[in-house]
C-alpha cells in the first residue's frame, strides 16, 4: 500500500475520509517524478507530488491558497518537477492521486501561488519569493494568470492576453481578491510599506501599484505581510502585520470608490507582542452581512511570556460597528505556527490547521505535524492541547506551511489541506468529509 493511509477518528466524531486509498503521484509528462517511499506506522493522510526544484516551502506562503474546488473536484496548483514549471492538479478522491492536468501555470520554479475560482474563471497570481519586504527587487515581476474551464473535458485553458502583470517586484507573499464590481485587488510589502493595486480596465489591465494610503502602512518590520478580502457584498480590505507598533490592523475600501480612498484602519488587535508575519484571513461567501475571521500568530513567545499566553489568535470582525475581537486558538505550550483557516458555512464552524511538533518545543515554529482544532462560529471557543493531527509523515517529522482554499466548505466538498515536507521534498494533503446535517 502507498504510504500515507488514513486511519485516524477525527475530533467530534467525524471520520477522516473514506476507506484509505492508495497515496500516490499523477503521471507527469513526459517522465515520471520519483516514486513515494513505502508505507510507514503512523502516517496520517496522504503523500503527492514531488517538490523537488521549487526550494524550501513549497506549500507558503501564510495568506494564500493553493487550492480550490469546482465542477465537483478538488483542483491545486502544484510543481511538476519533469518540466520545472507549476501546473494545474485535479484530486481523483477515489485513489487520492494528484492528477497532472497538463494545464501550465508559472513556468518559473521557485515562485508561489494564490488562487480564486470565482464561479466562472480561475483566476492565479504568482510571484517570484523574496525573503523579506526588503529584499524585495525589480524585474522580478508579480503576474496574473486567468483560466477558462470546459466542463465537458474538464480542462482549464489559458485566457488570451495573460498573463497581465500586477508588479515588477518579488515579494514575499502577495494575494488577490475580486470585489462586486468585477474589479481585482492584489496587495503585498514592499520597502517595509504595505502596496496595493487593482484592475482599471478588464482582468488584464492593472493600474500603478500604490502604498496603501493609510499611515499604519509604513514603517514596518521587513517581515510583516499583508492580505486582502472582498466581504459583505460591497467592501474589500486589506490586513496587514505592523510588528514595530504590535498590531494587526485591517483598512477598508467602497466598491466603485477611487482605488485610493480607503476608510480609517480598524485596529484588530494591538498589545505588546500581539503581532507576527503569520496572516490568514476568511469571509463566509454568499453572506452579505459582513462577517470575516482572520488567524493570526502573536509574538509572544519571543517576549518570555508565559506558557499559557496565547500564540495562535482567531480574529472576529463584528459587521454591525466594523470592530474585532480576538480569541485565544493555542497557546505557547502548543508550540503552534503558520495557521490556516477555513469556514464550514452550511454547520457554521471554524476550522484551523496549524503545525506542531508531535511532542516537546525545541521552539514555536518548528515542523512536524500538521494538527486541526474547531469552533462554532456562533460561540468561539478552541478546546485546549495540539488539537487532532490530520498530517504526519512519521519518518520525517518535517510537515509544515498548511494551504488550503478561499472558499467556504460543505458537506459536498469536504476539506482538503495541503502541505509540504521539505526533508523528503514531498507533498502532502488530508481529504477530511463533513457531517451531513
Not at 345 to 372: E, K, N, W
Request: charged residues 15%; hydrophobic residues 35%; neutral net charge.
Amino acid at each position: 500500500m502507498a504510504r500515507g493511509s488514513y486511519a485516524l477518528a477525527l475530533l467530534l466524531g467525524m471520520l477522516l475520509g473514506a476507506a484509505p486509498a492508495h497515496a500516490g503521484l499523477a503521471k507527469p509528462k513526459p517522465k515520471p517524478d520519483p516514486a513515494p517511499a513505502p508505507a510507514a506506522a503512523g502516517d496520517i493522510g496522504y503523500v503527492g507530488p514531488s517538490t523537488a526544484g521549487d526550494g524550501s516551502a513549497a506549500t507558503g506562503e501564510k495568506p494564500e491558497s493553493k487550492l480550490w474546488w469546482n465542477d465537483g473536484a478538488w483542483w491545486a496548483v502544484l510543481f511538476h518537477t519533469s518540466s520545472q514549471t507549476h501546473h494545474i492538479f485535479r484530486l481523483d478522491r477515489s485513489t487520492q492521486q494528484w492528477i497532472d492536468t497538463g494545464t501550465a501555470v508559472d513556468n518559473r520554479p521557485k515562485t508561489r501561488s494564490d488562487a480564486l475560482w470565482d464561479g466562472t474563471r480561475l483566476y492565479v497570481s504568482s510571484h517570484v519569493r523574496a525573503s523579506s519586504s526588503a529584499d524585495a527587487a525589480s524585474g522580478n515581476p508579480a503576474r496574473l494568470y486567468r483560466y477558462s474551464y470546459d466542463a465537458a473535458t474538464k480542462t482549464y485553458t489559458r485566457d488570451t492576453g495573460f498573463p497581465a502583470q500586477i508588479s515588477n517586484y518579488s515579494s514575499e507573499t502577495l494575494t488577490i481578491d475580486k470585489d462586486s464590481t468585477g474589479t481585482l485587488w492584489a496587495t503585498w510589502t514592499q520597502g517595509s510599506k504595505v502596496y496595493v493595486n487593482n484592475t482599471t480596465g478588464g482582468d488584464a489591465v492593472w493600474g500603478t501599484p500604490f502604498v496603501l494610503p493609510i499611515t499604519a502602512a509604513t514603517a514596518l518590520d521587513s517581515d510583516d505581510i499583508s492580505s486582502v478580502v472582498t466581504f459583505g457584498g460591497t467592501r474589500t480590505g486589506v490586513m496587514w502585520s505592523h510588528q514595530p507598533k504590535s498590531a494587526i490592523y485591517f483598512a477598508e475600501h467602497i466598491d466603485g470608490a477611487s482605488r485610493t480612498t480607503w476608510a480609517v484602519t480598524r485596529t484588530a488587535i494591538q498589545g505588546p507582542n500581539n503581532a507576527d508575519d503569520h496572516i490568514n484571513i476568511r469571509t463566509l461567501q454568499d453572506d452579505g452581512s459582513g462577517r470575516v475571521y482572520a488567524i493570526i500568530k502573536t509574538s509572544l513567545d519571543d517576549a518570555g511570556a508565559t506558557t499559557s499566553a496565547p500564540l495562535i489568535m482567531l480574529l472576529a470582525r463584528d459587521p454591525s460597528t466594523g470592530e474585532w475581537s480576538s480569541y485565544p486558538v493555542a497557546r505557547i505550550k502548543d508550540c503552534h505556527t503558520r495557521p490556516v483557516l477555513l469556514l464550514d458555512s452550511q454547520h457554521q464552524t471554524l476550522y484551523v490547521f496549524m503545525t506542531a511538533p508531535d511532542s516537546g518545543c525545541p521552539y514555536t515554529g518548528y515542523p512536524g505535524t500538521i494538527f486541526m482544532k474547531s469552533s462554532p462560529m456562533a460561540s468561539i471557543a478552541f478546546p485546549d492541547g495540539r488539537g487532532t493531527p490530520v498530517i504526519r509523515d512519521a519518518l520525517s517529522p518535517n510537515m509544515n506551511n498548511a494551504t488550503t482554499t478561499k472558499q467556504s466548505v460543505t458537506s459536498a466538498t469536504g476539506m482538503v489541506v495541503l502541505a509540504s515536507n521539505d526533508s523528503t521534498q514531498r507533498y502532502w494533503h488530508a481529504d477530511l468529509p463533513l457531517g451531513s446535517s
